[in-house]
């Protein structure tokens, strides 16, 4: 994994080597093993480098055998060696073992096809000289970011939107919209982002550079094809798939560890690591102190059962606070919940240990129906069919024990009245409804900024023409992977913790072909009754221990507000949340915050919502001062210049 920037511009024009060290600089610490810079006709590129394969010799921007393609590439292309076989054959040569250089063949082979043929996580520029133009691309779920911003005829990008801003050509001010979005879905849709004029390449799509205009275009579409029945070989190939998904994963030139949160999916691709590495597997686990957060039970079990190396990262009072600002610099956004933060410390304590890959669970839940939400969404459904029934909907009982204490018939009321069936976000909605209570301590100025902006109703017109087709389950599963993995559990917080310290996380569970083979299961496959992950289970039986395919989902939570004032208040709360900087930054009412603030000082916040608005509220803060009070820094690092010749 690696850091990219880069300049194109229409006139041919020079680009700054200056600028592309400030760009290479604001991203170093996603590829600190070294860093590259190249210019030619008109374009720049810039490319600090974490080395994972063919360390020796993998540095970048790296060029084809004429210096006529050139590429700087944040990623891996898991397949590269059976890619590599195939371009040999018809004649390609290669200097490196890289999976980098068989990129820049595989675009000379097939042109704008190339991104079809990889099998991996990526965000990539090549600058083809032949024909004067410039290609972004970006994988097809969306692991990997791309940023860019068009300024008259230059274009800039990086995989960070600070790189964009240290260019000094970048104005920074709000996308008030983007910040609607992330106060509703969590994150903003791409190619939306939370700054004007900054836009992120969406998943599974490409742009080309030419004549000083950007064309974006899909190359990966998400469909969900649901057979009626399950094929009899469905175990057998559910094994294949993930086996296959798995040992790709482990190609590397360093160590690869894996997060290890004792739930099913992360026990799964460590446990399949484990068994296909020829080293100790060394796990990196998160424990909490409150019992209702932590799994640190069945984490020893698995570790045992595995014979893995197990290294925990306890998060104690004060932990969270402490880190927030660097979590909120880093995802380059307000988040909602904290949960970014204790992956912020893992991925720091897997670097401590000399760890800079590691397996994680990340996408089995959207795949096989995992999450609360799905059985949810059953459960209203089978209640709307009898909106008299007073028995139904004591199911969400079930679903929600550890909420029982604040339950009731009017909160059992909440989800049947939160949407009709034939809204396309029905699914979603009670999810939609409680962030956006976010949006009750908006400033009057805000509020009047976003007046006809309905930012539900731009999903809904942005669904893909088969999502009608779709059964109301895998419609939901759509809605997730769209609105909430890509823009906040990969970006917020997985991939952006985890390159804060140079570590790149691997997802099994996102290989396209395990996507492809579990849109085309019946739901009943994967949600049977009330029982998540139905298959998943199945097969796994002799993959993890017992107790934990048969153990209840426990989704993965931190304390909210509560995390800001154990044992002593963060430093930072008073000056975050002064009346002055609350109106400076203009974004909510001071009195509403005031007031919220003072709740969450006495201790008495409690539920989701004013959690969610008090997590809201100070990283829109901490987001604010980190981005809009900064200047252009200098730079501390000086690539080396790569020099590609021309034939």
């Keep these: 994994m690696c850091g990219i920037a880069g300049v194109a511009r229409s006139d041919g024009g020079g680009v700054s080597e200056e600028t592309l060290a400030r760009m290479a600089n604001a991203v170093r610490h996603r590829g600190p093993d070294g860093s590259g810079i190249y210019t030619a006709d008109g374009v720049g590129l810039a490319h600090t480098r974490l080395s994972i394969i063919d360390v020796a010799c993998g540095a970048q921007p790296l060029g084809n055998e004429d210096g006529q393609v050139v590429i ?20 390609h040569v290669f200097r490196t073992r890289t999976d980098t250089e068989t990129i820049v063949h595989a675009y000379e082979q097939w042109g704008d096809e190339f991104p079809a043929r990889l099998n991996g996580q990526f965000a990539l520029a090549i600058h083809d000289r032949r ?24 274009l800039y990008f990086a995989s960070e939107v600070k790189a964009l801003f240290a260019t000094g050509s970048v104005p920074v001010a709000p996308d008030l919209v983007g910040l609607d979005e992330v106060f509703t879905f969590w994150g903003a849709r791409a190619p939306r982002t939370c700054f004007a004029g900054v836009r992120q390449l969406e998943p599974g799509t490409m742009a080309v550079w030419e004549r000083g205009g950007l064309q974006v275009r899909r190359y990966y579409e998400l469909d969900y094809p649901e057979a009626r029945d399950e094929s009899a070989d ?7 798939i993930m086996r296959s998904s798995v040992a790709l994963r482990l190609r590397s030139d360093v160590p690869v560890g894996g997060y290890l949160s004792g739930g099913l999916d992360s026990s799964i691709t460590c446990a399949l690591a484990a068994s296909d590495s020829s080293a100790e597997l060394h796990t990196f686990s998160i424990t909490f102190e409150d019992p209702q957060l932590d799994e640190a039970e069945f984490q020893r079990i698995v570790a045992h059962r595995i014979r893995c190396r ?6 104690r009072a004060g932990d969270i606070a402490d880190v927030f600002p660097s979590v909120v610099r880093h995802a380059e956004t307000p988040i909602v919940r904290t949960a970014p933060a204790p992956m ?13 890959v590691v397996l994680t669970g990340e996408g089995a839940d959207e795949l096989f129906l995992g999450y609360d939400l799905f059985k949810e969404t059953a459960v209203r459904l089978f209640c709307l069919r009898r909106p008299q029934s007073a028995v139904r909907p004591r199911l969400f009982d079930r679903l929600y024990p550890y909420l029982m204490h604040g339950g009731g018939d009017f909160w059992r009321r909440s989800f049947l009245e939160a ?7 029905f699914s979603h909605l009670p999810r939609f409804l409680l962030t956006s209570r976010i949006k009750a301590f908006y400033s009057e100025a805000t509020r009047e900024a976003l007046a006809g902006t309905d930012v539900m109703e731009e999903l809904r017109q942005s669904l893909p023409s088969g999502f009608a087709r779709w059964s109301p389950l895998n419609r939901a599963a759509y809605l997730e992977m769209t609105t909430l993995l890509s823009s906040y559990l990969l970006s917020s917080q997985g991939e952006r913790m985890g390159m804060a310290h140079g570590v790149e996380g691997r997802f099994p569970f996102l290989d396209h072909r395990l996507f492809e083979f579990a849109a085309a299961l019946p739901t009943s496959s994967k949600l049977l009754g009330l029982k998540e992950k139905n298959i998943l289970k199945r097969w796994a039986r002799d993959v993890v221990p017992r107790v934990v395919t048969d153990r209840h989902k426990q989704p993965y939570r931190a304390p909210d507000a509560p995390a800001f004032f154990q044992g002593r208040t963060a430093s930072y709360i008073d000056d975050v949340f002064s009346d002055e900087n609350v109106k400076r930054v203009g974004i909510f009412d001071h009195r509403a915050v005031a007031g919220l603030v003072r709740r969450a000082r006495a201790g008495k916040i409690s539920g989701f919502a004013e959690n969610q608005a008090f997590v809201a509220t100070l990283s829109t803060h901490l987001w604010h001062d980190a981005f809009f009070n900064a200047s252009v820094p200098a730079p501390v690092i000086h690539p080396q210049r790569v020099q590609i010749p021309a034939a």
């Design 344 to 356: 912020y410390l893992l991925a720091r304590l897997t670097r401590e240990q000399g760890i800079k």
């Design 131 to 154: 024909r004067q133009r410039l290609v972004l691309a970006r994988d097809r779920l969306g692991v990997r970011p791309l940023f860019y911003a068009q300024r008259g005829d230059t």
């Design 234 to 240: 469905a175990l057998h190939r559910l094994d294949e």
């Design 419 to 425: 949407g009709a069936p034939d809204d396309p976000l």
């Design 310 to 315: 197990p290294w925990v990262q306890h998060i």
């Design 72 to 91: 700087t590439y944040n990623g891996e292309v898991y397949n590269y060696i059976e890619l590599r076989a195939e371009l040999e054959s018809y004649g």
